[in-house]
T-cell receptor, first 114, second 116 residues
Framework: AQSVTQLGSHVSVSEGALVLLRCNYS??????LFWYVQYPNQGLQLLLK??????LVKGINGFEAEFKKSETSFHLTKPSAHMSDAAEYFC????????????FGTGTRLKVLA | DVKVTQSSRYLVKRTGEKVFLECVQD?????MFWYRQDPGLGLRLIYF???????EKGDIPEGYSVSREKKERFSLILESASTNQTSMYLC???????????????FGEGSRLTVL
């Protein structure tokens, strides 16, 4: 069975500081991993995805994530936070064999301080 | 541009009313999903469908039903709305996660339902 744990339901960073949002997963088979972003009163938008190619994945808006199998982690980072990055971020796991279901983390709300 | 459209962004209903939430996608996706989003609980899967007239229960199907008569449309039905169904409802679609596709989800804007 798959599961996802996001550490920290709320994270605050100063504008220009490093953003680090943590995600750990559990999967008995090689996973697909995703990060989604949700702006207020909107649906979720795909930021980036890991599909067993490169372990360092680059996404939109300057975000990237690194798949570390030994640590079962897929943390999301951005070198310099911008005010527009304030949103809720969700990590999700799906198996690579074509499952119809995804498991989502409980989300991390990012606040960017001026 | 890919699009998933949810017919109602905000609804207010009374306890016991029948509620229909409609979702349409224009990407010819086989898979469609209904999630419920509540603070601190993330997204929880209510139902999903991998083909027309096919449906599968998700993690929290109680009190809900679905209908998929056409490939592009997936409806969520609350037969008798209750206050504990006040929530944000998100529809999503995807290609199958096979045949080289990763099957990432494409979401609608959400329907915020309040049941009084």
């Amino acid at each position: 069975a798959q599961s996802v744990t996001q550490l920290g339901s709320h994270v605050s960073v100063s504008e220009g500081a490093l953003v680090l949002l943590r995600c750990n997963y559990s999967s008995s088979v090689p996973p697909y991993l995703f990060w989604y972003v949700q702006y207020p009163n909107q649906g979720l938008q795909l930021l980036l995805k890991y599909t067993s190619a490169a372990t360092l994945v680059k996404g939109i808006n300057g975000f990237e994530a690194e798949f570390k199998k030994s640590e079962t982690s897929f943390h999301l980072t951005k070198p310099s936070a911008h005010m527009s990055d304030a949103a809720e971020y969700f990590c999700a796991v799906s198996v690579s064999s074509g499952t119809y279901k995804y498991i989502f983390g409980t989300g991390t709300r990012l606040k960017v301080l001026a | 541009d890919v699009k998933v459209t949810q017919s109602s962004r905000y609804l207010v209903k009374r306890t016991g009313e029948k509620v229909f939430l409609e979702c349409v996608q224009d990407m010819d996706h086989e898979n469609m999903f209904w999630y419920r989003q509540d603070p601190g609980l993330g997204l929880r899967l209510i139902y999903f469908s991998y083909d027309v007239k096919m449906k599968e229960k998700g993690d929290i199907p109680e009190g809900y039903s679905v209908s998929r008569e056409k490939k592009e449309r997936f409806s969520l039905i609350l037969e008798s709305a209750s206050t504990n169904q006040t929530s944000m409802y998100l529809c999503a679609s995807s290609l199958p996660g096979s045949r080289g596709k990763t099957g990432e989800l494409f979401f609608g804007e959400g329907s915020r339902l309040t049941v009084l």
